[in-house]
């Protein structure tokens, strides 16, 4: 099966991004796992009119959704990541099969990468701070591996996952100081090249403002023309 959920936040009150329903093909609301740190706002977006921000306070603080437990071999995940200047504490989405860990997409002051016990893959090997970047990530449960590239580029080679099972929680944890933003979880299906444009919500002619980046860059920062 392919990743089956979506969510922009559009649809949500600015306020704690706790008990959030938005969206469609989840199996659960958002919902705390310790603090109560991440944030609904709408002055720093990826697409549309609401983000998620957040700030890491305790190194613990987290926020999971869940979503049927993932099968086959191709399950493709997108998601719109940023981080705040001063930002050096790690940020990680991590992936669960019920209480099982089996990866994450970490965030540093330096790079974007996939990480298990096997080991690293870079996605962005160079990650600017204020900047948007779409990673998408394609999640292979039959093989128990995993692999990651920026929307637009070519995919890392695979990394074995840890734990066992279908994957069937999202889990967004920074450490302790890390300020950032996560915003537009979907399909890649939904995200393709020739719906650049509408993906990311804006007219063609928008895409500095969206991306932070001066428009001949933005090949390098979205991965597109």
């Known amino acids: 099966m392919a990743w089956p959920a979506t969510d922009n936040f559009d649809s949500y009150s600015n306020g704690s991004l706790n008990g959030g329903a938005g ?37 613990s603080d987290a926020i999971k959704r869940t979503v049927s437990a993932l099968s086959g071999t191709t399950n493709e995940i997108v998601l719109a990541v940023r981080r705040a200047t001063g930002s050096l504490a790690n940020m990680q989405y991590v992936f669960f099969a019920g209480a099982s860990f089996r990866g994450q997409i970490q965030i540093n002051g330096t790079k974007i990468f996939l990480a298990t016990g096997g080991g690293t893959r870079d996605i962005v090997a160079s990650a600017a701070a204020d900047t948007w970047y779409l990673i998408v990530v394609d999640i292979d449960i039959t093989n128990s591996q995993w692999r990651g590239k920026e929307f637009g580029g070519s995919y890392t080679s695979y990394l074995a996952l840890d734990g066992s099972g279908g994957i069937d929680t999202v889990q967004p944890a920074p450490d302790t100081g890390h300020h950032g933003f996560f915003d537009d979880i979907r399909p890649l299906a939904s995200a393709g090249p020739a719906n650049v444009k509408k993906y990311m919500g804006v007219a063609q002619a928008s895409i500095k403002k969206a991306s932070s980046v001066a428009l001949a860059s933005v090949k390098k920062i979205e991965g597109v023309a």
């Open 23 to 59: 969206g469609s093909g989840w199996a659960s609301n958002w919902a705390n796992v310790v603090g109560d740190i991440f944030t609904v706002q709408g002055t720093t977006v990826y697409q549309g009119s609401k983000a998620i921000e957040f700030t890491g306070v305790s190194g």
